[in-house]
């Protein structure tokens, strides 16, 4: 059974940094696009950032320039480093991944748990 398992949240200052985790474990034959999305208290869920098999990111506008999403395919895993955090910032974050289980042929959206990050002002 294939899960997606995310780390990295916790409490910051305004301005400071956080990095998330989100390691797929389990039956998987590929991963293609893996990514990022928060839902803050109140509101729906939204994008973040993604990133292809291949490398290409994209990123929600108001956090371009301060987060980077990045990927270690060997270990199935997704990163998302965040910077200059605003309070703004503060949210569940959820991971996503596309993931082909060896027992499919085809590929099946993946959420993780979520992990809460809060940015003091």
């Known amino acids: 059974q294939v899960q997606l398992v995310e780390s990295g949240g916790g409490l910051v200052q305004a301005g400071g940094s956080l990095r998330l985790s989100c390691a797929a474990s389990g039956s998987i034959f590929s991963i293609n696009t893996m990514g990022w999305y928060r839902q803050a208290p109140g509101k729906g869920r939204e994008l973040v950032a993604t990133i292809t098999s291949n490398g290409n990111t994209r990123y929600e506008d108001s956090v371009k320039g301060r987060f980077t999403i990045s990927r270690d395919n060997a270990k199935n895993t997704v990163y998302l480093q965040m910077n200059s955090l605003k309070p703004e910032d503060t949210a569940v974050y959820y991971c996503?991944?596309?993931?082909?289980?060896?027992?499919?042929?085809?590929?099946?959206?993946?959420w993780g748990k979520g992990t809460l990050v809060t940015v003091s002002s």
């Open positions: 996503n991944a596309d993931i082909r289980p060896r027992s499919l042929a085809a590929y099946v959206a993946y």
